[in-house]
């Protein structure tokens, strides 16, 4: 593991071998986060990546000796897709882990994106607002070092927690993202890194571009768990 301090953000990296190594720790990093948000206070408040990367991890999740009934759930981003695309991540969630675990259904907070974008935010503007501060945030990181729907070149007013997004260079086009103030929002921020396609975009964000991710982190120190094949070299 590496620490970097970049503006006034410290990130840790934590290089793992392959996926699974990655997946595997991030897992048991969760539900290290869980034991102690249920304990302190009762409730463990889990924001959700999208994409494949976390698929791996949600996998994992499924066989954990957790208290199901004392986890919520959010997402850090949804495309704007019929409820039952199966490209939705909330759909993603529910394939690889929501369907196998007893969270009640009440703790289960999906964007609904399927309003379309601009009123899907406002209505998840409020969830966020009750929710934050979250304990974990998970993310991913795309190869143009885009996180969530937070993509490069998109600015979005900085009072919004949730924005609608139009013209995603990533399909579809449209989609609802939390915004950096919300997902910095947080007691433990995770971004999940595996595959060689990602390496030139952390070594942008290891040299301090201008990218989302880079925006990612704050008061709440940033966690990189990646695999060798996204290691700059
Ligand atoms: C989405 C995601 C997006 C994702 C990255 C990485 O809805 O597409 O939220 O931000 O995390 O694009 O995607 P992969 O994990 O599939 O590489």
Redesign the pocket.
């Known amino acids: 593991m590496s620490s970097q301090m970049t503006e006034d953000i410290q990130i840790y990296w934590h290089i793992y071998d392959d996926v699974d190594a990655v997946a595997k720790e991030a897992a048991q990093r969760i539900l290290q986060y869980a034991a102690e948000a249920i304990t302190n206070h009762g409730i463990f408040r889990l924001v959700l990546?999208?994409?494949?990367?976390?698929e791996a991890i949600y996998r994992l999740l499924v066989s954990a000796d957790t208290d199901w009934s004392r986890w919520e759930i959010y997402f850090?981003?949804?495309?704007c897709l019929p409820v039952d695309d199966p490209d939705r991540?909330s759909i993603m969630a529910e394939r690889t882990l929501l369907k196998f675990v007893d969270i009640p259904a009440a703790n289960i907070y999906p964007i609904p994106s399927e309003k379309g974008a601009e009123t899907a935010a406002k209505e998840y503007e409020s969830v966020v607002k009750s929710a934050m501060p979250f304990d974990v945030v998970l993310?991913?990181?795309?190869?143009d070092g885009?996180?969530?729907?937070l993509f490069p070149g998109q600015k979005h007013p900085s009072d919004l927690l949730v924005c609608p997004v139009y013209h995603a260079p990533?399909p579809p086009s449209d989609?609802v993202?939390l915004c950096t103030n919300a997902l910095n929002n947080a007691k433990t921020i995770m971004v999940?890194a595996?595959?060689a396609?990602?390496r030139d975009a952390i070594q942008a964000w290891q040299d301090g571009e201008a990218l989302p991710i880079a925006e990612i982190g704050g008061s709440t120190s940033v966690d990189v768990f990646m695999d060798r094949a996204a290691k700059p070299s």
């Open positions: 990546a999208g994409g494949r990367t976390p850090g981003d949804e495309r991540n993310l991913g990181i795309g190869e885009h996180t969530a729907s990533k989609r993202s999940l595996t595959g396609g990602k």
